[in-house]
């Protein structure tokens, strides 16, 4: 799967480059991008102990935090336009972490559509806001950890859709105000879905189950964006 996401990564920096050059007054650039905040999990059992995996609790709180790195593309970074396309295409390295230290390191694919509206329109500042759509693509796995005196691990296939609400500042610089710093902020409410194995090191035997839960995260993100 990490492969697949490679693949797809490099295809979206591709269409991101072809649009840029495309269509005048689009600017493109790189970005980064943090965020934390936490949710809950759960196995979907159907309300039952997960008796073969050995465990009593189907649901559990986790503390979320990522990070991202990536590629921007903003329809209308600067000018009178009322309205401005971002589109967000990166790597995100993901952390799930429970109420007992255990943590699962994922990592993958997010593109994330934002929708702003001017609401300020200055040739030396933009400020915009409004909402937002994400999707994410992630793999990964826990840290090696022990249930019930075994050598235990967790892996995950996960797919996430997210919508929220951003705001953020376009500030040319630079002698021919080419070079636009573009800070922004926000909250994401997140919903996540995929497939999860158990799998128990010393004994050889796993469980597999299907895994859903929700976070709320805030962000903010720096980008770079070239006129």
């Known amino acids: 799967m990490r492969s697949s996401l490679r693949t797809l990564f490099l295809v979206a920096v591709f269409l991101l480059l072809l649009v840029s050059g495309a269509a005048a007054g689009v600017a493109i650039?790189?970005?980064?991008?943090?965020?934390?905040?936490?949710?809950?999990?759960?196995?979907?059992?159907?309300?039952?102990?997960?008796?073969?995996?050995?465990?009593?609790?189907?649901?559990?709180?986790?503390?979320?935090?990522?990070?991202?790195?990536?590629?921007?593309?903003?329809?209308?970074?600067?000018?009178?336009?009322?309205?401005?396309?971002?589109?967000?295409?990166?790597?995100?390295?993901?952390?799930?972490?429970?109420?007992?230290g255990i943590e699962m390191n994922l990592g993958g694919l997010v593109v994330e559509n934002v929708f702003g509206f001017a609401i300020m329109r200055k040739p030396n500042l933009r400020w915009w806001a409004g909402p937002l759509l994400r999707f994410g693509f992630y793999s990964g796995e826990t840290d090696t950890f022990y249930f019930l005196g075994d050598r235990t691990r967790t892996e995950a296939d996960l797919f996430e859709l997210g919508v929220g609400a951003v705001t953020g500042v376009n500030i040319p610089i630079g002698?021919?105000?080419?070079?636009?710093?573009?800070?922004?902020?926000?909250?994401?409410?997140?919903?996540?879905?995929?497939?999860?194995?158990?799998?128990?090191?010393d004994t050889g035997v796993e469980f597999t189950d299907d895994i859903s839960g929700g976070i709320s995260m805030a962000f903010v993100n720096f980008a770079l964006l070239f006129d």
């Open 175 to 201: 002698k021919n105000k080419k070079v636009i710093l573009a800070p922004s902020a926000g909250v994401r409410f997140i919903g996540i879905g995929g497939e999860a194995t158990v799998k128990n090191l």
């Open 29 to 100: 650039g790189p970005y980064v991008d943090l965020a934390g905040g936490g949710g809950e999990m759960e196995w979907d059992t159907n309300g039952n102990s997960w008796d073969n995996g050995g465990f009593s609790t189907n649901e559990w709180d986790v503390d979320a935090g990522s990070g991202a790195i990536g590629f921007v593309l903003d329809t209308a970074p600067t000018g009178p336009a009322p309205f401005n396309y971002r589109l967000n295409v990166g790597l995100e390295a993901q952390t799930l972490e429970d109420d007992f």
